[in-house]
């Protein structure tokens, strides 16, 4: 089966610092990856996905990610945080093709003023 | 109007209990997910539908039930509710969309949750 790791669990961080997060997964074929935020109190929303095409993947509010194939990794990140980035952060993937995702245990980030 | 909804949003309930979360979309997605989420371990399948007449036991399908009663409604019963079944859970829909086209394949939307307190 396959897995996701979130190596990171708890984030702390001042405004204006860069942020990377990792992912990394077990499966070796063709996969869809995805990065979900949740804020505190209110449902997960997709922060940015990756299909197919160019591996340097751009989502909302300045994140992005990139997909390296040769280490399974997706790794999240963000030049300057704000304090409103304050959130839980999950990777998340699915096999291409396949519509279950397989979620991480997610990584708690703080960002302090 | 949100597109995914959840009743109820908050519950607490008793050990033994018969409990049952809805779910509900607009989206006109036909496949729909139930997850839980405990602290530290993620978000866990418990069972998924992809028609009406489709379902399928996720990874902690033990103690759960659902019911897929019409394309937008999907829901998930707790025969006799324990406290370890305490959590946050989420129902999500996709679209499987068609290969080539980059919006929705793959990608699920999240109703708000339903925080579930078994004593």
């Known amino acids: 089966a396959q897995s996701v790791s979130q190596h990171n669990h708890h984030v702390i961080l001042s405004e204006a610092a860069s942020l990377e997060l990792g992912c990394n997964y077990s499966y070796g074929g063709t996969v869809n990856l995805f990065w979900y935020v949740q804020y505190p109190g209110q449902h997960l929303q997709l922060l940015l996905k990756?299909?197919?095409?160019?591996?340097l993947v751009k989502g909302i509010k300045g994140f992005e990610a990139e997909f390296i194939k040769s280490k399974f990794s997706f790794n999240l990140r963000k030049p300057s945080v704000q304090w409103s980035d304050t959130a839980e952060y999950f990777c998340a993937v699915s096999k291409g093709g396949g519509n279950k995702l397989t979620f991480g245990t997610g990584t708690q980030l703080k960002v302090e003023l | 109007d949100a597109d995914v909804t959840q009743t109820p949003r908050n519950r607490i309930t008793k050990t033994g209990k018969r409990i049952m979360l809805e779910c509900s979309q607009t989206k006109g997605h036909d496949r729909m997910y139930w997850y839980r989420q405990d602290p530290g371990l993620g978000l866990r399948l418990i069972y998924y539908?992809?028609?009406?007449?489709?379902?399928n036991k996720g990874e902690i399908s033990d103690g759960y039930s659902v019911s897929r009663q019409a394309q937008a409604k999907f829901s998930l019963s707790l025969e006799s509710a324990i406290p370890n079944q305490t959590a946050l859970y989420f129902c999500a829909t996709s679209d499987p969309g068609l290969a080539g086209l980059t919006v929705s394949y793959n990608e699920q939307f999240f109703g708000p949750g339903t925080r579930l307190t078994v004593l």
């Open positions: 990756y299909f197919s095409g160019d591996p």
């Open positions: 539908s992809f028609d009406v007449k489709d379902i």
